[in-house]
């Protein structure tokens, strides 16, 4: 089996990579060949045992899909995009990458012949929802994106639902929670702070919290995501129906709630490097996003996260990034 990541330099990305040539398998299928582009050349992993292509391309650039699929690719883990905040202060830049990339992929399969159809693992987002909402959005809750990014991602995921209903690719779009604890840098999300006022105490450097601690969001780990994208690309898409499109589990916890985990898991010298800056402009952007959400599609069908409490997604940061020890 032939499997292309879009995105693959990215934190997601790069832990998929891993966990495929982990289980040198995917489903039933062993891997034989893997193509890992990005706009920045990913890391070609160290003695790998098949061969691995990586390739440095514009995504969004016309023509820059086919040479990508030139070689057939059975299953596409599509994690290319810029992230929220970004997407929101450079409106045609997001639309560009988010969603016209997306169209030149699905439309260069498309064009492919052959009776190419492969399997297409979009990873799309919760801000495909804006408020109102209820207090726990369900599986029948329609799409109301109060940003361009969940815009864009609401778009693509029509688009890919729409292609597959004609025959031409096998897709599922899944919607992720935001992961927590991300590691590396902060980036340009405006959800970053979710993941900075964790891995920054715990890396013994202070953190600013722009909102209040009774703000409440869905989270996953890191590791949830990647089972996420693994189950999708292995399970059969024919129990889903015409709806490709869902909401993957999480867990709804509060800012307050997230400190109160890392004071459990790792002491109050730790939650001190917190300091509390408010921000008007991010207090704003998060007032609209989704709290808490009702899964029950998602878990029938076989996906499930790595944790169970917060405490737990913590841990998964410690033990994943940081070696097991952290700045006390």
Not at 18 to 42: F, N, S
Not at 89 to 111: P, S
Not at 167 to 178: A, E, F, H, K
Not at 302 to 319: L, P, S, V, Y
Request: net charge neutral; hydrophobic share 40%; proline share 6%.
């Amino acid at each position: 089996m032939h499997i292309l990541i879009l995105g693959a330099a990215g934190m997601v990305g790069r832990k998929l990579t891993e966990r495929l040539l982990r289980d040198g398998r995917l489903g039933k299928h062993d891997i034989t060949r893997m193509t890992l582009q990005d706009v920045v050349a990913p890391t070609k992993p160290a003695n790998a045992s098949i061969p691995i292509t990586v390739v440095a391309s514009d995504f969004a650039d016309a023509g820059a899909a086919e040479p990508l699929i030139a070689h057939r690719p059975e299953v596409i883990f599509h994690l290319a995009a810029i992230v929220s905040g970004e997407a929101e202060a450079e409106f045609d830049k997001g639309y560009r990458i988010n969603l016209d990339g997306t169209r030149h992929l699905i439309d260069a399969i498309r064009h492919a012949g052959g009776g190419y159809k492969p399997r297409l693992v979009f990873t799309s987002s919760i801000a495909v929802f804006g408020a109102p909402f209820p207090e726990k959005i369900g599986d029948e809750f329609f799409h109301t994106p109060l940003t361009s990014y969940g815009t864009q991602k609401s778009i693509c995921e029509l688009l890919i639902n729409d292609y597959t209903r004609k025959g031409l690719l096998d897709g599922i779009s899944i919607r992720l929670p935001t992961i927590c604890v991300r590691p590396g840098k902060p980036n340009k999300a405006a959800s970053g702070f979710f993941s900075n006022i964790i891995r920054e105490p715990l890396a013994g450097e202070e953190a600013a919290l722009p909102v209040s601690d009774d703000v409440r969001h869905w989270h996953a780990s890191p590791k949830s995501a990647v089972g996420f994208l693994v189950h999708a690309g292995t399970m059969d898409l024919n129990a889903m129906g015409a709806r490709r499109n869902l909401s993957m589990p999480g867990m709804s916890v509060t800012v307050g709630e997230q400190i109160a985990a890392l004071d459990r898991v790792a002491g109050k010298n730790v939650t001190a490097r917190i300091k509390r800056v408010p921000d008007p402009t991010i207090i704003n952007i998060v007032s609209g996003w989704p709290r808490d959400f009702v899964t029950d599609r998602a878990l029938k069908l076989g996906f499930t996260t790595a944790e169970k409490t917060f405490d737990d997604i913590i841990r998964i940061h410690i033990e994943d990034e940081l070696g097991g020890k952290f700045a006390g």
